[in-house]
């Protein structure tokens, strides 16, 4: 008996490690899978084990899992406590309370000033107002002039698709980012909230009953197909944030009692700093970023590898400090820093390696704790929840038009992540939710303890013909 038991409890042990009885069934159930097109890694960081593995070399589009790619490579070249600098500077002499020059603003691509997410990020405009009167200056003969030189390429990236271009998620990361470049707008009136100036409007097929909006990446024009007059009230994306910014300054401004003459002037050598902004920490944008999936401000945290240079410099970067790392980018495409871009490319293998990497030293909880919890945070919260596994699973989501993906940790009883655990499912036919159950049955089979012990009877049974092998 003493032997069975000792058989029992090695034959349990390598189930649970090999994760499946049978070799040839694929883990996931869910009618309508893709099986060739779905990647699933499951490692045990303990023993360097795979539990389950299936095509983890397969090229796969990741959606916004990405998210977790751009992080993990800002945390392994920059602190947690840095942050975005806009100086703003009152270009010219002053005298008498009369700046003749203008006021600059040195925008920098930081995605998060005035961010309705980020509250410390909020009151930029009253700032300069109040920059400005310690200054004693009471009009500028100039103009606001935001300047847009230190960040080149401001282009949307490739992948992106036309369809998202209107909408807050396809916000364009720019050097001037503004209230998070969107705006709520409300139609037949036109009124904008907050204000952006420069917006045209071009109006088809007006017999149509539902209003649906569209705009080319690049164009100020809204094109408004449907009947207006019943009526719209959505958020979409700025066309140029900088526009935005500048009204809401010169606004503030005049409210303060500090008029702005409009007429562009020559800079001048002479310069008085009127205010530096500070950006909330790059700690607290990534963990803002992750848990929300923001695109801009993912995009934002890609640009900052490189401050100065463009997309592409931030991107080998990217790659060279995996590479380093000894992460071997085979199978990989990066395109962007969200997710958002259909020419993404990553292999399960290269994001375990990765996660595994970023459980050690010096980056310790830094990294896992920016992963949302299973029934607790952002896009987890209704994941696995009121089961065994809530709160003992961390995972950034990802999600588009036949993409669903997870990607995260397991974690311990003291909060010490245990496993790596990779789904990216591509090409699906199911529905989300389906896809999404199944995900949850195949995690709670793998590790949820009560459940293992239902199936002793059945490892029992395999144990008791000492001649069978395993």
């Not at 010490?416 to 949850?440: G, Q, W, Y």
Request: overall charge negative; glycine content about 8%.
């Amino acid at each position: 008996m003493v032997i069975k038991k000792i058989c029992r409890i090695a034959v349990t042990a390598v189930i649970f490690l090999s994760g499946a009885v049978s070799a040839s069934a694929f883990p996931l159930r869910v009618s309508g899978i893709d099986s060739v097109n779905t990647a699933i890694l499951i490692r045990d960081l303990r023993f360097g084990a795979d539990i389950v593995s299936e095509n983890v070399d397969r090229s796969l589009i990741p959606a916004s899992v990405m998210k977790s790619v751009t992080v993990g490579s800002m945390l392994n070249l920059a602190d947690t406590s840095e942050c975005f600098i806009t100086p703003v500077v009152a270009d010219g002499s002053i005298s008498d309370g009369v700046l003749s020059g203008n006021i600059v603003v040195r925008v920098c691509g930081d995605p998060t000033i005035e961010s309705q997410f980020l509250p410390s990020s909020q009151g930029f405009a009253d700032s300069i107002a109040a920059g400005l009167r310690r200054l004693g200056v009471t009009s500028v003969t100039g103009d606001v002039i935001i300047d847009s030189s230190d960040f080149p390429d401001a282009t949307t990236p490739p992948g992106w698709m036309d369809e998202d271009i209107p909408w807050p998620y396809g916000a364009r990361l720019q050097g001037a980012n503004f209230r998070d470049n969107r705006f709520r707008l409300r139609l037949p009136s036109k009124e904008t909230e907050p204000f952006v100036p420069d917006l045209k409007f071009s109006y088809t097929n007006p017999k149509r009953r539902r209003v649906k909006i569209d705009r080319k990446d690049g164009s100020e024009t809204f094109i408004v197909s449907g009947n207006q007059r019943r009526g719209l009230n959505d958020v979409f994306s700025m066309p140029n944030p900088w526009k935005a910014m500048r009204h809401e300054i010169v606004t503030v401004l005049h409210d303060s009692g500090i008029e702005i003459g409009g007429n562009k002037t020559a800079y001048s050598q002479d310069s008085w700093t009127v205010y530096e902004h500070h950006s909330p920490s790059l700690g607290e944008i990534m963990r803002s970023l992750m848990f929300r999936s923001d695109n801009l401000m993912a995009e934002g945290i890609l640009r900052a590898i490189t401050p100065g240079g463009t997309r592409e410099d931030a991107i080998k970067e990217e790659m060279a400090v995996w590479s380093l790392s000894g992460i071997s980018p085979h199978g990989v495409v990066i395109k962007d820093g969200s997710g958002l871009s259909r020419d993404n490319r990553l292999t399960a293998r290269f994001l375990a390696g990765i996660y595994q990497y970023m459980i050690t030293d010096p980056f310790g909880g830094d990294y896992s704790s920016l992963f949302p919890r299973a029934g607790y945070d952002g896009t987890m919260r209704n994941f696995l929840l009121g089961t065994s596994l809530e709160g003992r699973v961390a995972m950034k989501t990802g999600s588009m038009r036949g993409v669903q993906s997870y990607a995260g940790y397991l974690f311990d009883e003291n909060g010490h992540p245990t496993h790596v655990i990779i789904f990216m499912v591509n090409n699906f036919r199911c529905s989300r939710a389906a896809l999404k159950n199944d995900i949850e049955r195949l995690l709670l089979e793998k590790f949820d303890v009560s459940l293992q012990s239902e199936n002793l009877s059945e490892e029992e049974t395999i144990t008791e013909n000492p001649n069978d092998e395993q």
